[in-house]
């Protein structure tokens, strides 16, 4: 009862295309049945009202990734609701020939972190291609219910939003790619890609003389920093495996080594692919611990972490730089202004004068000494 309530208080209040609801630990323990409010809402409301079972958050990230995911599956296809009713995903109307021949895309696992999703959506406007949607990132339910209508899906986050692409490939015949927004080689790529799916001579003639005008306006300024970084050594530690091969490529553009490079949710295969890209004697580490992560980090004499919010501690606590790239950051660090972005933070962090009063590095100079 508190629960359609609180729903239908909601929704008077706040008018939403869909609602989302989340079961909690104590909802599973007691076995509420948040599915039946969400059907009568649903029916009294004229809209969408998805159940989420995610009680405590169960299971592994991958696990929350492919709740979301089911979740967001079920706007899919979905005609614009009348008379308080919803045509169920089997029933709605097949793609038209125009409809598949329109250069458009949908972004999977783009969070529009710091305004980073308009920054790519101006790219791709630009070269010509429209975005559909974004999932999540400046999303709209309008937008979602008819992302079945794009040709192909990007996925930037292939951790969280793989399992959403190739639901959308079985059930549309929507193929997908992974890309990469980080860094001049992997954005560049995503550009060249979807211009490249797409064999359209305009497309391809726009994106290269886009990529051509910001490459050529950012490395300058790159190597102003390069001078004082070169030979400087990074930790990598982040949540997804493609963005570590981002970040790898990123600061080989600052002359910098990356000598631990781990994730959250990478495959056996991305660590093969990994080991495959970098120096010998790199650690390549998986859902390390605290204890684990430093370790690695003082063997291995690294200058700089970059990583998440649960991972500044470490840093700090070791003495060294920091780069911020978890999603509370304000900072866009995506596409070829993000890159501009990152090395002038990693510049700032490395050189800053502060650590040599850190007790850890005075610690380490005396022992040395």
Same mark, same amino acid.
Request: aromatic share 8%.
């Given at each position: ?27 599973? +323990? ?7 409010? %969400? ?36 706007? +899919? ?130 994106? %290269? ?37 981002? +970040? ?36 390549? %580490? ?18 700089? +972490? ?16 920091? %780069? ?46």
């Amino acid at each position: 009862n508190k629960l359609y309530l609180a729903l239908t208080e909601l929704i008077d209040k706040y008018q939403p295309k869909a609602a989302f609801v989340y079961s909690t630990c104590i909802i599973g +323990l007691i076995g509420d049945d948040i599915e039946a409010v %969400c059907v009568r809402v649903e029916r009294e409301k004229g809209i969408q009202v998805i159940p989420v079972r995610s009680e405590g958050f169960k299971g592994t990230k991958r696990d929350g990734y492919k709740a979301a995911c089911d979740a967001l599956a079920e706007l +899919l296809g979905q005609d614009t609701i009348t008379s308080n009713t919803i045509t169920p995903v089997s029933q709605t109307k097949q793609r038209s020939a125009a409809d598949t021949e329109l250069p458009s895309i949908n972004i999977l696992g783009e969070f529009n972190i710091a305004g980073e999703t308009w920054i790519i959506k101006d790219y791709y406007k630009r070269m010509g291609v429209e975005v559909v949607t974004c999932f999540t990132g400046d999303g709209r339910i309008d937008d979602i219910k008819r992302a079945h209508l794009a040709k192909l899906n990007v996925v930037q986050c292939s951790g969280s939003m793989t399992y959403l692409a190739k639901t959308m490939q079985e059930r549309f015949d929507i193929p997908f790619i992974r890309v990469s927004y980080f860094g001049i080689e992997d954005m560049s790529k995503a550009l060249y890609d979807v211009a490249g799916f797409f064999q359209n001579e305009q497309i391809t003639e726009r994106t %290269c003389t886009m990529v051509h005008q910001e490459v050529s306006a950012l490395l300058p300024k790159l190597t102003e920093y390069r001078r004082d970084l070169e030979g400087r050594k990074a930790a990598v530690y982040v949540g997804g495996s493609f963005k570590a091969f981002s +970040l790898v490529k990123a600061l080989r553009h600052l002359g910098m080594e990356t000598v631990v490079v781990g994730s959250q949710t990478g495959s056996p295969e991305d660590y093969e692919e990994l080991q495959a890209a970098l120096q010998e004697g790199t650690v390549i %580490c998986d859902d390390s611990n605290p204890l684990e992560l430093s370790k690695f980090i003082l063997d291995k004499g690294a200058d700089l +972490l970059i990583g998440g919010v649960k991972e500044r501690p470490i840093a700090y606590k070791m003495g060294i730089g920091f %780069c911020d790239h978890n999603h509370e950051r304000k900072i866009p660090l995506a596409g070829f202004e993000g890159m501009l972005n990152f090395a002038k933070e990693v510049h700032t962090t490395i050189l800053s004068p502060v650590w040599k009063y850190s007790p850890a590095r005075i610690k380490a100079r005396l022992s040395v000494q």
